[in-house]
């Protein structure tokens, strides 16, 4: 069983409509990380965080550590979004690795 | 350099061959890490060096896989007497913190995929 659960697995959206993605995990964390990864493409980092909400642009990512979840919001969403969207946490006390979840493949069609 | 760089970006290997693959971090980042990230999977981590020093090497699946970083800047993985298993996408990152701070934002390169025959 993986130790970070993604929701959902898969999501097609329609342009410009306001998506959601949570991810849970099992025990404490240091920290925890938004990825975007195309396909064939690399992987880049979208927010890092411990508390709180961080916003950039159209994308806000929200954590709640009592209830071990946080979000990631995307509003008004466009076709370029179309990525898969990985979360990925540092337990405590495990700072020198990622564990990562198996991702959400979205799609967001015209 | 602007971004970390991975080569090769693509490798077929019979099985049983050696294969080195190449990370060269982002200048002055002082952690780095190897990921192996299987089809349709999410990354698994490897090991992790704090500039020359490997911290952890936990991840590798076994003592064919192993990992350097001489003089704390370029890595290279190297995996010996390759296996079918072995095929999946090595992803290296790089940061310039230590531990989760605030410093610890990670850059990934574009990963090595390697194919094993």
């Known amino acids: 069983k993986n130790e970070v659960e993604q929701s959902p697995q898969n999501l097609t959206a329609q342009e410009g409509e306001f998506i959601t993605i949570n991810c849970s995990y099992s025990v404490g964390i240091s920290a925890l990380h938004w990825l975007q990864q195309h396909p064939g493409g690399g992987i880049v980092s979208l927010f890092m965080l411990s508390s709180g909400k961080k916003k950039h642009g159209r994308l806000i990512a929200t954590i709640n550590i009592q209830e071990k979840h946080s979000s990631l919001h995307i509003t008004a969403s466009h076709p370029r979004d179309s990525a898969v969207y990985i979360c990925a946490v540092h337990y405590t006390g495990t700072a020198s690795k990622l564990t990562f979840g198996t991702g959400t493949r979205l799609q967001v069609t015209l | ?117």
């Open chain 2, 1 to 117: 350099g602007a971004g970390v760089s991975q080569s090769p970006r693509y490798k077929v290997a019979k099985r049983g061959q050696d294969v080195a693959l190449r990370c060269d971090p982002i200048s002055g980042h002082v952690s780095l890490f190897w990921y192996q990230q299987a089809l349709g999977q999410g990354p698994e981590f490897l090991t992790y060096f704090q500039n020359e020093a490997q911290l952890d090497k936990s991840g590798l699946p076994s003592d064919r896989f192993f990992a350097e970083r001489p003089e704390g800047s370029v890595s290279t993985l190297k995996i010996q007497r390759t296996q079918q298993e072995d095929s999946a996408v090595y992803l290296c990152a790089s940061s310039y913190g230590t531990g989760a701070s605030g410093a610890n934002v990670l850059t990934f390169g574009a990963g090595s995929r390697l194919t094993v025959l």
